[in-house]
């Protein structure tokens, strides 16, 4: 919502306030959903977050999981 106070402004550069909706079916074999923000995704891949939360899989701390997450995107 904060971001597309300026929207108006620079639509004409490609920014849109309209979201993107995205709907997945989930299946049994689907352990984790990972919620992140271009902080995470744009320094991360798909494949390198998900080989960083197996060691978290069998505790489910997702407390522990989202700051290894953090701190590899940081680095």
Known sequence: MSR???DYRV???GV???PEITQWSLKKCHVAVV???DGLFEF???E???KLLVPFHRTFDCGLAANA???E???
Request: hydrophobic share 45%; net charge negative.
């Open 16 to 18: 849109t306030a309209e």
């Open 35 to 37: 919620i992140g923000t």
């Open 44 to 46: 991360l891949s798909n």
């Open 4 to 6: 597309s106070i300026g």
């Open 48 to 50: 390198q977050i998900a």
């Open 73 to 75: 995107a940081f680095q």
């Open 69 to 71: 997450l953090v701190t």
């Open 11 to 13: 639509h004409e550069v």
